[in-house]
């Protein structure tokens, strides 16, 4: 039996808070182009040693020993990582933000206000200011590609070009991801492939604990429209991989007995495996399907024609050079084979000559864009393991911003956007709990903009009361500007999923009355 200790009200959320403290104190002074770096002694690297300016991987090397500072810590890595995952980048701000906002409040709320009502007014102004967000995005261009790649890589512009050639080579329909390189020099490479919206079916599939992806090589691929109910089904299958030392993505559904028994071999046998839901449903389910079977040179075994995939052999199993799996998506990076490729192109003018009477154009476009697509490689070169692991922190970051950008649009950098709101919060509110919960975050959404200014050495009354509406401050060539104009700008889907996530875990600190956690023996 664990013994369990607990502790109620203001002793509870004062420990609580202490642990925000500590975590937010350490990933802040990370925050924009003149942040600082954050040495790390790590169990997770060779040299023991991680130097970043990443905020997400400040977070997950926190660990605290009091139990309750170190739930707040779990909680708070939980909302910058979900930021991460959402948007590829703003854990910095959502951990500076979800610290301002429990400040805020802190020193807003009297012991006579109802505070319930009030976390629920803070949580309803969430959509506002998605609203308020939305209404100053604007749409990005080629040239802001590059401002948005550079600023999320720390403003480092060489690594902002070689993001921005990737996805201008790559189009909007394209993908890019990272890898190390194997020398000193950091490039990009593109290859034929394909982005499925689908993610691993078990999280044992992890093979890279960091990025929290599957990654496999030159692996085998399995298309099948039917559940595998017995491991026993593809059993001949699968040793075949094992024997030839290989790895297999299955597209497939897989029974839960199934599903275990993959997910114990994975851990005891060193199985490389990885389980992906077909896409989509019904109709077209079966057609995309079909269309991953001639793109990555697969057999389709499908109930519907009366194919029998238990005798499934070596030859009937698709091929790539490279899959990368997450909790969302699934990148299929393509060999370069001849044959394939004369079949692809066979396949994309059927498609074509389709597209022209179909009733859902819009999916045969789907489906051309699926097989016809192209994957951005960049290769992270540096001098030394410490400087590579640092460099590749920034490009991920960088690569998912410039993502985000693409789909959602861009705002004002350098924390102007969320200060701009906060001005007009502030003429906002009906009744006492809606005006609390508005001064809250009219506090709190500066944060970002003065947090930045402290990292700079700068004063932020001085700076603040110089500005005009649509100006901001470079801290980097110390001057001011229209942040759009001076390249320094935000992904608005970094932007909005930061507040979103800040806003939801403060309000569950805030209202938290009792902590139970595990006794420790610290003897």
Known sequence: MIVKDISFDKEARERLISGVNKIADAVKSTLGARGKTVLIESENHAGGVTITKDGVTVAKSINLLDPTED??????????????????????????????????????????????????????????????????????????????????????????????????????????????SNGHETWFSTSEGMRLKRGYMSRYFITDNKSEECVLDNPYILILNSTVESIGSIEAVLADVMQNGKSI????????KVMNTLNLNKVR????????????????????????????????????????????????????????????????????????????????????????????AD???????????????IHVGANSDIEQKEKRDRVDDAVCATRAALEDGILPGGGVALKEI????????????????????????????????????LDKNQIENCLDPGIGYDV??????????????????????????????ASTILSTNAIITNVRDLK
């Not at 906002?101 to 629920?120: S, V």
């Not at 999916?363 to 490689?377: D, M, P, T």
Request: glycine share 6%; hydrophobic share 40%; proline share 2%.
């Open 71 to 180: 739930l707040a810590v779990r909680i708070i890595r939980e909302a910058a990582e979900r930021t991460a995952n959402e948007a590829g980048d703003g854990t910095t701000t959502a951990i500076v933000l979800t610290q301002a906002i429990i400040d805020a409040a802190q020193e807003r709320i009297q012991p006579h206000m109802n505070l319930t009502e009030i976390m629920r007014n803070l949580q309803e102004s969430t959509n506002l200011i998605i609203s308020m967000l939305d209404k100053k995005k604007k749409k990005v261009s080629a040239k802001k590609i590059l401002d948005v790649a550079s600023v999320s890589a720390n403003n480092d512009k060489e690594i902002g070009k070689i993001i921005a050639d990737a996805y201008a080579k790559v189009g909007t329909s394209g993908v890019v991801t990272v890898e190390n």
């Open 249 to 256: 993505l299955i597209i497939g559904d897989v029974d839960a």
């Open 269 to 360: 046998n060193g199985l490389k495996v990885c389980v992906v839901q077909p896409p989509e449903f019904g109709w077209k389910k079966d057609e995309l399907m079909q269309d991953l079977a001639t793109a990555t040179g697969a057999t389709y075994f499908s109930e519907d024609t009366g194919d029998n995939f238990q005798l499934v052999r070596q030859q009937d199993l698709g091929s790539a050079r490279k899959v990368i799996v997450d909790a969302a998506n699934t990148i299929i990076v393509r060999h370069e084979d001849p044959y394939v490729d004369v079949e692809i192109e066979s396949h994309v003018k059927s498609l074509w000559d389709l597209h022209e009477t179909s009733k859902d």
């Open 363 to 377: 999916f045969i476009k789907e489906r051309i864009a699926l097989i016809s697509g192209k994957i951005g490689v």
């Open 422 to 457: 906060s001005d007009d919060l502030a003429k906002l509110g009906d009744g006492q709990n809606q005006r609390v919960a508005m001064k809250i975050l009219e506090d709190a959404l500066k944060s970002p903009f003065y947090q930045i200014l402290s990292n700079a050495g």
């Open 476 to 505: 980097k060539n110390d001057k001011y500007g229209n942040m759009i104009k001076l390249g320094i700008i935000d992904p608005s889907k970094v932007t909005k999923s930061a507040v979103t996530n800040a806003i939801s875990i």
